[in-house]
């Protein structure tokens, strides 16, 4: 008898707050209709779009500025002008150094004689010594000097143009890490 007062006496309960919560629920309900009821709908208006005017191109029969083959008269026209100007020498043998790119050559030392002085480099494990007038990476860069802790280069590269132009670089000395 004590179970069967506990579960009816439960089922109260719980009756009880489904009924509260009916009652509550039809409330919102009526609330959510007043506030629709009562709140403005205000919708801006949208601007009117701008009319396009097209822009007319007056000068057909000028010469057009995009034209590939006026570009190309221009840029060998431009050739023409400066000459046979620089150029790197592409007859003359090649040294050993110019097989590697600059960034990947190291200046590790230097030696000196009376009168020449001498840098010493290094690609991977292999050492070069080299002299003003020698020959270093790929772009065609001749040793213009060399000093205690640089070695001072001359390079030829092309510009976007297609001109052969004058870069200098230099090489300093790489302190050894122990």
């Known amino acids: 008898m004590k179970c069967s007062r506990k579960v009816g006496l439960g089922l109260i309960v719980i009756v009880t707050f489904a009924l509260m919560g009916c009652s509550q629920e039809a409330q919102i309900r009526d609330w959510m209709e007043q506030t629709k009821r009562q709140t403005p709908v205000?919708?801006?208006?949208?601007?009117?779009?701008?009319?396009?005017?097209?822009?007319?191109?007056?000068?057909?029969?000028?010469?057009?500025?995009?034209?590939?083959?006026?570009?190309?008269?221009?840029?060998?026209?431009?050739?023409?002008?400066?000459?046979?100007g620089l150029r790197p020498d592409m007859e003359r043998r090649r040294e050993p150094l110019e097989q590697f790119p600059l960034d990947t050559v190291r200046m590790v030392g230097t030696l000196e004689?009376?009168?020449?002085?001498?840098a010493?480099?290094?690609?991977?494990?292999a050492i070069f010594q080299v002299k003003v007038g020698n020959y270093?990476?790929?772009n065609f860069g001749m040793v213009t000097g060399i000093t205690e802790d640089a070695v001072e280069l001359k390079e030829i590269v092309q510009d976007a143009s297609g001109e052969?132009?004058?870069r200098k670089a230099r090489l300093e000395l790489q302190e050894s890490k122990k």
């Open 42 to 84: 205000s919708v801006p208006k949208i601007p009117e779009p701008k009319t396009y005017a097209p822009f007319t191109y007056t000068r057909k029969d000028a010469i057009d500025p995009f034209n590939s083959v006026k570009l190309s008269m221009a840029l060998a026209k431009l050739r023409a002008q400066s000459g046979k």
């Open 113 to 118: 004689r009376p009168g020449l002085a001498y």
């Open 120 to 125: 010493i480099l290094q690609v991977d494990k």
């Open 136 to 138: 270093v990476g790929q």
């Open 164 to 166: 052969w132009v004058e």
